[in-house]
């Protein structure tokens, strides 16, 4: 029983959070393989599969969306856990709460339909101004929003170590 961890990462992080997903499935007992969405020409070989992206825009990258549309039979017939990627640790404090769950449900509302995930997730993130335009840093700075390290991993380790009980639950992991 081999389970995919496939993600979308334009700058890394959602990458590592990937590594760390597997690594704690590994320890529980998975046979896991990591790679990015466009690396997996065929999801059907994999008995279940755990898929992220980094939130671009509001929406995952098109490249993950595309993955998800253009395998959505394959997907609907396994187990299947999404994550998503975002900046919302970098917003000012209270609006964290509003912004991440408004951000949630959006992106849950718009794959949920297609694959019918056992859950979605929201993780924060890691972004420098160097993979934005000088424009939208001043202009976050000024709304107060943060650049940073935002990843929290004992939040991804804890989300992964529940999808390792859910598979064991269902025989994929002995
Ligand atoms: C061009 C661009 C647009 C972004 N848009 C959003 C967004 O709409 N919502 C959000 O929460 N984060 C947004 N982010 C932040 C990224 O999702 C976050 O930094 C994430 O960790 C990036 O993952 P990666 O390092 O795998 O690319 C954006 C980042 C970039 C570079």
Redesign the pocket.
């Known amino acids: 029983m081999t389970i995919l961890v496939g993600y979308a ?7 590592e959070i990937s590594r760390r997903i597997a690594g704690i499935l590994q320890e529980q007992g998975g046979e896991v393989e990591v790679a990015a969405v466009e690396d997996v020409t065929d999801p059907a070989v994999f008995d279940a599969i755990v898929l992220g992206s ?5 929406a995952w990258l098109p490249r993950a969306s595309e993955f998800v549309h253009g395998h959505q039979d394959v997907l609907r017939d396994r187990p299947v856990w999404l994550f998503s ?4 640790g970098g917003l000012p404090r209270w609006l964290r709460p509003s912004a991440r769950a408004a ?1 949630d449900r959006r992106i849950a509302r718009a794959l949920r339909d297609v694959v019918r995930p056992r859950g979605h997730h929201l993780f924060s ?3 420098s101004a160097e ?2 335009p000088r424009s939208s840093v001043l202009l976050m700075r000024v709304t107060g929003i943060r650049l940073g390290d935002y990843r929290d991993w004992a939040e991804v380790e804890a989300w992964a170590s529940g999808i390792a009980r859910e598979l064991r639950g269902l025989g994929y992991i002995g």
């Open positions: 990462s334009a700058h890394g992080s959602t990458e980094a939130i671009h825009h509001q990627v975002g900046m919302s951000q993130g890691a972004a993979a934005f």
